[in-house]
């Protein structure tokens, strides 16, 4: 385990925030109707989509941090507002950050024991939990990129190394 994990960490986390407020931005030109129209997807919808990404950045966060947050599954919807949603998500890539930027190498050289949301505990290393949370959210925005290709607004570049610091 090495310091420039953790600087990798910081960067992840920096991009983390710079794609959700590009993806937000473009989803803020969209009436609530369009956010919420059913579409091929996981989740059903952009704002569906949305609020998985918070809800599971939040829950791996609870985790980590050993923060009895409410119990939430995959689908909940924590907003079917944008704004409220927006806000939220602003004050979670806060958290995140904050986050990265107090881990320390030890905490990353261990294996973490959770629980995943159907109730199987799982025992991996925390280095490689750490990086799927900011793997997850990549995902999902890609499936909202693609939705928002679908509805005439244009989607934004999401590339790494556009939104690079």
Request: aromatic share 10%; net charge negative; proline share 4%.
């Amino acid at each position: 385990m090495s310091a420039s994990l953790l600087s990798t960490l910081e960067d992840m986390s920096r991009y983390n925030r710079r794609a959700n407020r590009v993806i937000y931005g473009a989803c803020a030109k969209l009436p609530t109707k369009q956010l919420a129209l059913p579409r091929k997807a996981f989740f059903g919808s952009i704002i569906a989509t949305l609020n998985h990404i918070l809800v599971m950045d939040r829950v791996w966060l609870d985790r980590f941090t050993g923060t009895e947050g409410e119990p939430m599954e995959r689908d909940t919807i924590l907003h079917d507002e944008f704004d409220g949603l927006w806000t939220a998500r602003n004050q979670e890539d806060e958290r995140m950050e904050e986050f990265v930027e107090n881990l320390s190498i030890a905490f990353l050289a261990t294996r973490f024991r959770w629980q995943d949301l159907d109730g199987q505990f799982h025992n991996d290393p925390a280095d490689v939990l750490v990086l799927h949370m900011f793997n997850h959210p990549t995902h999902h925005r890609g499936q909202i990129h693609d939705m928002l290709s679908q509805t005439g607004i244009e989607p934004p570049s999401l590339d790494y190394h556009r939104l690079h610091a």
